[in-house]
């Protein structure tokens, strides 16, 4: 049973932007904290941004602090992440993921996606 599904990865040249989709079964979705978190080749996986189930809060990670911008729509059952301001840095698989509580910590995240590819390339 497919419960979170990414889309909209691809490749894209330094400087611009892409939208993340995450469209999550309504099981998984209500009164559900949502994540973004991004893994590197070789590396473990890092927070990117959260929501809170109303959408009043949200966090981010430093390195896409002003350049990324995550949003709901509970109607939908959908979480968005606007990337701009795209940098080499930036390529790695990105997933959502549904959270326990607002939190920056992967533990705290119960259900996963399979991630959609990002690359940042010239």
């Known amino acids: 049973q497919v419960q979170l599904v990414e889309s909209g990865g691809g490749l894209v040249q330094p400087g611009g932007s892409l939208i993340l989709s995450c469209a999550a079964s309504v099981f998984t979705w209500n009164n559900a904290a949502m994540g973004w978190f991004l893994q590197a080749p070789g590396k473990e996986r890092e927070f990117v941004s959260c929501?809170?189930?109303?959408?009043?809060?949200?966090y981010y990670a430093n390195s896409v602090k002003g350049r990324f911008t995550i949003s709901r729509d509970n109607a939908k059952n959908t979480v968005v992440l606007q990337m701009n301001s795209l940098q080499p840095e930036d390529t790695a698989v990105y997933y959502c993921?549904?959270?326990?509580?607002?939190?920056?910590?992967?533990?705290?995240?119960?259900?996963w996606g399979q991630g959609t590819q990002v690359t940042v390339s010239s």
């Open positions: 993921a549904r959270g326990t509580v607002f939190s920056d910590r992967p533990e705290h995240y119960t259900v």
């Open positions: 929501i809170t189930w109303s959408g009043g809060s949200t």
